[in-house]
């Protein structure tokens, strides 16, 4: 219960990042044709356009990846006290959402970019908070 206390801001921001992250892979693979549809049209004046299936395979196995990595981090740090996979997740959510990053600047969608930003700020900071 004591690392439950002790590491509190480093647990919410581990839920934040795990809702965030797992509810975004879970959607990509329910509605797979409708996020590539979508995708395809905000791409298609890019030099992105005909890698948009990769790419979305790739955000989406990064995505889950990092979610997962997380909620495991996040049992460790809190039965075991061990933060080393929740620092990994972290990281791997900072990396997917440099990728989107890339994606929405390349499709010059800068409100979209700002979003990503955004939620790019707790994800650094989580960062920062498990390497001290």
């Not at 989406?60 to 990595?69: D, G, H, I």
């Not at 049992?75 to 990396?95: K, M, N, P, R, V």
Request: aromatic share 14%; hydrophobic share 60%; glycine share 8%.
């Amino acid at each position: 219960m004591e690392n439950l206390f002790n590491n509190s801001a480093v647990i919410l921001l581990l839920l934040f990042l795990i809702i965030t992250f797992l509810q975004s892979g879970i959607d990509k693979i329910i509605d797979w044709r409708g996020n590539l549809g979508w995708l395809q049209g905000h791409f298609k004046d890019t030099p992105l356009k005909g890698f948009v299936p990769l790419l979305l395979a790739t955000i989406l196995f990064t995505e889950v990846f990092a979610a997962v990595l997380c909620l495991v981090g996040l049992y460790q740090l809190i039965f075991i006290g061990d933060s080393t996979l929740a620092l990994y997740g972290a990281i791997l959510c900072c990396i997917a959402l440099l990728m989107l990053l890339f994606g929405q600047r390349i499709a010059k969608d800068y409100d979209g970019a700002r979003t990503i930003a955004i939620y790019f700020i707790p994800a650094i900071f989580l960062v920062f908070l498990l390497q001290s």
